[in-house]
């Protein structure tokens, strides 16, 4: 590192541990602040500014410095947001923004430093950050082990160049016929994995109210979004999900007389889900993917297979609205890749779905989200409503695209490479400096961020400076 900066930082309690390791060993101990909107963690605890400026008289009023329209998606991307009506979303929006352009003004920072923006709260951070010229650096796991991501909303930051042999090798790994990326357990889908994954948000739904209240909390995201999400994911309709998988979906894609396409369900709410999207008209996922399959259901088989952490979670609803509109759920314990192998295209919002096609079974994607990773000849995005309604012509072209080559595919990955740097993020939540495997974590973080911060300093800096806040 070739400078030194003052940053801020943005911690919650879960996280504060990993981020004050890392500032005070990247950036030096006494040049970070931490800022939190929970009680009893950080140094800034906006949390008093943002109920202060909730009881104020203009409460109801977004800041002057805040597009309609930006307030509009900041409002409709966050999972907590979208459970109030529009006018309580501006009073809790304004004072978050109002909090956190405070926060800034009061450290004035060369730099924020965060997770990846996952809610409002951070996104307020990440507006209010760049509106005055300051780079917002986001971090967040990637699904290729031993690297991490820049990223504030899933953008694709290009900032560093690899070299052609950390490509190959990078290809080399994921194309391990055991690899799977760490965040995804091998048995996610199990009936015991799912017992215990409903008993855990049975005891939050229970937990998280009373929290609100003992906190004196009670607009903390965390605490309110963890009941009520929670409360929706324990609704008895959700167990026993099994009876709407046909296992005969080998059978029924064999037989099918126009294109087999593959629709992975992603896991929701979650960051890569909610902002990652960079298409308002495909934005919430699941009417997303009930609009995709309304269209190309009709001329082609849709096999639609759940995200194997979200077997007990997610509401039924969906899979009846998919049933009826002629998709054919796949059972989530069948491998992606298998279902990659018998089909024509897969359709893709922002999941690591789309990369394993493109790289492991040399399936062609066509895209609603646009995430970083795009790029190369057998990838496809559509962006709109209109854009969906002409899509036999892109699938034809798609379609007609010869796999990628070998060294197509090395620069594949060297683009969404040029983005990451080397180091894991899996114990980025509750980390110890005496648990020997995240120590050596941290320190590999730690090198890799110290080593080329300067450099996406610079970049970024031109990109803050320039930049304007716009919706897809």
């Given at each position: 590192?070739?400078?030194?900066?003052?940053?801020?930082?943005?911690?919650?309690?879960?996280?504060e541990a990993f981020f004050r390791r890392l500032c005070g060993e990247v950036f030096g101990e006494?040049?970070?602040?931490?800022?939190?909107?929970?009680?009893?963690?950080?140094?800034?605890?906006?949390?008093?500014?943002?109920?202060?400026?909730?009881?104020?008289?203009?409460?109801?009023?977004?800041?002057?410095?805040?597009?309609?329209?930006?307030?509009?998606?900041?409002?409709?991307?966050?999972?907590?947001?979208?459970?109030?009506?529009?006018?309580?979303?501006?009073?809790?929006?304004?004072?978050?923004?109002?909090?956190?352009?405070?926060?800034?003004?009061?450290?004035?920072?060369?730099?924020?430093?965060?997770?990846?923006?996952?809610?409002?709260?951070?996104?307020?951070?990440?507006?209010?950050?760049?509106?005055?010229?300051?780079?917002?650096?986001?971090?967040?796991?990637?699904?290729?082990?031993?690297?991490?991501?820049?990223?504030?909303?899933?953008?694709?930051?290009?900032?560093?160049?690899?070299?052609?042999?950390?490509?190959?090798?990078?290809?080399?790994?994921?194309?391990?016929?055991?690899?799977?990326?760490?965040?995804?357990?091998?048995?996610?889908?199990?009936?015991?994995?799912?017992?215990?994954?409903?008993?855990?948000?049975?005891?939050?739904?229970?937990?998280?109210?009373?929290?609100?209240?003992?906190?004196?909390?009670?607009?903390?995201?965390?605490?309110?979004?963890?009941?009520?999400?929670?409360?929706?994911?324990?609704?008895?309709?959700?167990?026993?999900?099994?009876?709407?998988?046909?296992?005969?979906?080998?059978?029924?894609?064999?037989?099918?007389?126009?294109?087999?396409?593959?629709?992975?369900?992603?896991?929701?709410?979650?960051?890569?889900?909610?902002?990652?999207?960079?298409?308002?008209?495909?934005?919430?996922?699941?009417?997303?993917?009930?609009?995709?399959?309304?269209?190309?259901?009709?001329?082609?088989?849709?096999?639609?297979?759940?995200?194997?952490?979200?077997?007990?979670?997610?509401?039924?609803?969906?899979?009846?609205?998919?049933?009826?509109?002629?998709?054919?759920?796949?059972?989530?314990?069948?491998?992606?890749?298998?279902?990659?192998?018998?089909?024509?295209?897969?359709?893709?919002?922002?999941?690591?779905?789309?990369?394993?096609?493109?790289?492991?079974?040399?399936?062609?994607?066509?895209?609603?989200?646009?995430?970083?990773?795009?790029?190369?000849?057998?990838?496809?995005?559509?962006?709109?409503?209109?854009?969906?309604?002409?899509?036999?012509?892109?699938?034809?072209?798609?379609?007609?695209?010869?796999?990628?080559?070998?060294?197509?595919?090395?620069?594949?990955?060297?683009?969404?490479?040029?983005?990451?740097?080397?180091?894991?993020?899996?114990?980025?939540?509750?980390?110890?400096?005496?648990?020997?495997?995240?120590?050596?974590?941290?320190?590999?973080?730690?090198?890799?961020?110290?080593?080329?911060?300067?450099?996406?300093?610079?970049?970024?800096?031109?990109?803050?400076?320039?930049?304007?806040?716009?919706?897809?």
């Amino acid at each position: 590192m070739d400078r030194r900066f003052d940053v801020l930082c943005y911690t919650g309690p879960h996280h504060e541990a990993f981020f004050r390791r890392l500032c005070g060993e990247v950036f030096g101990e006494g040049r970070t602040a931490y800022v939190s909107d929970f009680p009893g963690a950080g140094d800034i605890r906006t949390h008093e500014w943002f109920y202060g400026q909730l009881r104020s008289p203009g409460a109801a009023r977004l800041p002057a410095f805040v597009p309609d329209d930006v307030a509009e998606d900041m409002a409709w991307r966050c999972r907590f947001l979208r459970r109030y009506p529009p006018d309580q979303q501006r009073r809790l929006l304004g004072a978050m923004i109002t909090a956190m352009d405070a926060a800034i003004e009061r450290v004035a920072p060369d730099l924020v430093v965060s997770r990846a923006v996952d809610c409002y709260v951070l996104d307020a951070l990440r507006f209010c950050s760049r509106r005055r010229g300051i780079p917002f650096l986001g971090m967040t796991a990637t699904m290729v082990n031993g690297y991490f991501m820049l990223t504030a909303r899933g953008e694709h930051n290009t900032f560093r160049q690899p070299s052609e042999d950390e490509a190959r090798q990078v290809l080399e790994l994921v194309e391990a016929p055991r690899y799977r990326p760490a965040y995804l357990p091998s048995n996610a889908s199990s009936s015991i994995s799912v017992a215990k994954r409903y008993l855990r948000q049975a005891a939050k739904a229970a937990y998280f109210p009373m929290k609100r209240v003992v906190s004196r909390d009670p607009y903390n995201l965390y605490f309110a979004g963890q009941a009520a999400w929670a409360r929706e994911t324990i609704a008895v309709r959700n167990l026993a999900p099994g009876r709407f998988f046909d296992a005969g979906w080998a059978e029924r894609a064999a037989q099918a007389t126009g294109p087999v396409l593959y629709l992975p369900l992603q896991f929701t709410p979650e960051c890569n889900a909610d902002y990652w999207c960079q298409h308002r008209d495909f934005l919430l996922f699941e009417d997303g993917v009930q609009r995709v399959v309304d269209r190309l259901a009709p001329t082609s088989t849709i096999l639609v297979k759940e995200h194997p952490q979200m077997v007990g979670y997610r509401a039924t609803r969906l899979y009846e609205a998919l049933r009826r509109k002629g998709a054919v759920l796949v059972p989530p314990g069948v491998p992606s890749l298998d279902l990659m192998d018998v089909s024509d295209a897969v359709l893709s919002w922002s999941g690591s779905a789309g990369i394993e096609a493109v790289l492991l079974r040399d399936t062609p994607v066509l895209d609603f989200g646009e995430p970083y990773y795009v790029s190369g000849r057998t990838t496809r995005t559509v962006r709109s409503a209109e854009e969906l309604g002409a899509v036999d012509g892109t699938l034809a072209a798609l379609f007609a695209e010869a796999a990628l080559d070998r060294q197509e595919k090395i620069a594949y990955v060297g683009h969404f490479l040029s983005g990451y740097l080397p180091g894991g993020l899996d114990h980025i939540r509750d980390f110890s400096a005496t648990d020997p495997i995240a120590a050596a974590e941290m320190a590999s973080v730690v090198e890799s961020l110290a080593a080329n911060v300067g450099r996406w300093f610079a970049w970024a800096k031109v990109e803050a400076g320039t930049h304007h806040e716009t919706v897809a």
